[in-house]
Nanobody
Framework: QVTLVESGGGLVQPGGSLTLSCAAS????????IGWFRQAPGKEREGVSC????????YYAYFVEGRFTISRDNAKNTVYLQMNSLKPEDTAVYYC?????????????????WGEGTPVTVSS
């Protein structure tokens, strides 16, 4: 059974930075990707970034490309999302997920497991 626990969310000013963490347990090699979604108030959940377990390839949604960086510490079974140059429109609950990545615009092809989410608010 896969368990994903996010942390690191909070309030940050526009232009600031924040790093989210996702501690994963029971992560199966059958799930070839791990990463992040987000859901803003009143909007649908959207893929943000995915890291392929097989070759380490990373995928980003166009709206975070160049600002967010996904990485993984295999020894700690933890995935990180470094978020820089944050904008008010980045305000959302950020969810860790496992599944499969895609190079298409949606970033994710399938999703198998979800975390509970951690809220991020970008506001002055």
């Amino acid at each position: 059974q896969v368990t994903l626990v996010e942390s690191g969310g909070g309030l940050v000013q526009p232009g600031g930075s924040l790093t989210l963490s996702c501690a994963a347990s029971g992560f199966s090699s059958d799930s070839n990707g791990i990463g992040w979604f987000r859901q803003a108030p009143g909007k649908e959940r959207e893929g943000v970034s995915c890291l392929s377990s097989g070759d380490g390839s990373t995928y980003y949604a166009y709206f975070v490309e160049g600002r967010f960086t996904i990485s993984r510490d295999n020894a700690k079974n933890t995935v990180y999302l470094q978020m820089n140059s944050l904008k008010p429109e980045d305000t959302a609950v950020y969810y860790c997920a496992t599944g499969s990545c895609t190079s298409g615009g949606s970033v994710w092809y399938t999703v198998e497991n979800w975390g509970e989410g951690t809220p991020v608010t970008v506001s002055s």
